[in-house]
T-cell receptor, first 108, second 114 residues
Framework: GQSLEQPSEVTAVEGAIVQINCTYQ??????LSWYQQHDGGAPTFLSY????GLEETGRFSSFLSRSDSYGYLLLQELQMKDSASYFC?????????FGSGTRLLVRP | EAQVTQNPRYLITVTGKKLTVTCSQN?????MSWYRQDPGLGLRQIYY???????DKGDVPEGYKVSRKEKRNFPLILESPSPNQTSLYFC?????????????FGNGTRLTVT
C-alpha cells in the first residue's frame, strides 16, 4: 500500500526551531512537497524536494533522503502566524498523495 | 488574479439528491484534481485529470463522477449523495502532472449530506 507518516501534533515556542518529519512508502516517487493549511483555509504550497538534500526558502527549509524514504520540514524563528497544519505529499505516478498532517501550535 | 474557484462554499443536501460542485481555474493548467479532507485522514484524492477528456481515479473515487470537457473546468458530480460523503472538498490545479509545479487549491466546499 501507500502511506505517509507524520506526527499528528507539535508544540513549540515563538522564536524557536521546529522540525516536522515525514516518512513515506509509495509505489513510484518523483518528489516530496510540503503544504501549509491554516484553520478554515486552503492548503498552500511551501516547498518541493525532487533530489536528496536541503532546500531553503526564507525561514523554511525542507530535506529529503530518498534512500531512507524520509523528509522533514524545518521552520526557524517561529512566529505565531506559523500555527497551522503542515502536510507532506508525495508525487507518485501523476497522483499527489498527502499525509494526514501535523498540527503545529506556536506558543508565546 | 490567478486562482481556482469552487462553488458553492457551503452545501447542505439530503441523501440521494444529485449535486454538482463546480471548479474553474484561470491559469491554463493541464492538471486538475479533486480531494476530500476529513479529520485525521488528511487530503485524499478522488479523481484527477491530466488534460481535456482525460480523467482517472484517485484513491477514493466511489460515489463520485467528474468530467473535463474544457481545460478550465472540472466539475465534481455526486449522483446519489450519502451521509459518508459529508466532508470538505478541495479542487486543485497545476502545470504538468508531476514535479516541482505547485498545486493551487480552491477555497473549499463544505458539504453536509443528511
Amino acid at each position: 500500500g501507500q502511506s505517509l507518516e507524520q506526527p499528528s501534533e507539535v508544540t513549540a515556542v515563538e522564536g524557536a526551531i521546529v522540525q516536522i518529519n515525514c516518512t513515506y512508502q509509495t509505489s513510484g516517487f518523483y518528489g516530496l512537497s510540503w503544504y501549509q493549511q491554516h484553520d478554515g483555509g486552503a492548503p498552500t504550497f511551501l516547498s518541493y524536494n525532487g533530489l536528496d538534500g536541503l532546500e531553503e526558502t526564507g525561514r523554511f527549509s525542507s530535506f529529503l533522503s530518498r534512500s531512507d524514504s524520509y523528509g522533514y520540514l524545518l521552520l526557524q524563528e517561529l512566529q505565531m502566524k506559523d500555527s497551522a497544519s503542515y502536510f507532506c505529499a508525495v508525487d507518485s505516478s501523476y497522483k499527489l498523495i498527502f499525509g494526514s498532517g501535523t498540527r503545529l501550535l506556536v506558543r508565546p | 488574479e490567478a486562482q481556482v474557484t469552487q462553488n458553492p462554499r457551503y452545501l447542505i443536501t439530503v441523501t440521494g439528491k444529485k449535486l454538482t460542485v463546480t471548479c474553474s481555474q484561470n491559469m491554463n493548467h493541464e492538471y486538475m484534481s479533486w480531494y476530500r479532507q476529513d479529520p485525521g485522514l488528511g487530503l485524499r484524492q478522488i479523481y484527477y485529470s491530466m488534460n481535456v477528456e482525460v480523467t482517472d481515479k484517485g484513491d477514493v473515487p466511489e460515489g463520485y463522477k467528474v468530467s473535463r470537457k474544457e481545460k478550465r473546468n472540472f466539475p465534481l458530480i455526486l449522483e446519489s449523495p450519502s451521509p459518508n460523503q459529508t466532508s470538505l472538498y478541495f479542487c486543485a490545479s497545476r502545470y504538468p502532472g508531476q514535479g516541482s509545479s505547485p498545486l493551487h487549491f480552491g477555497n473549499g466546499t463544505r458539504l453536509t449530506v443528511t
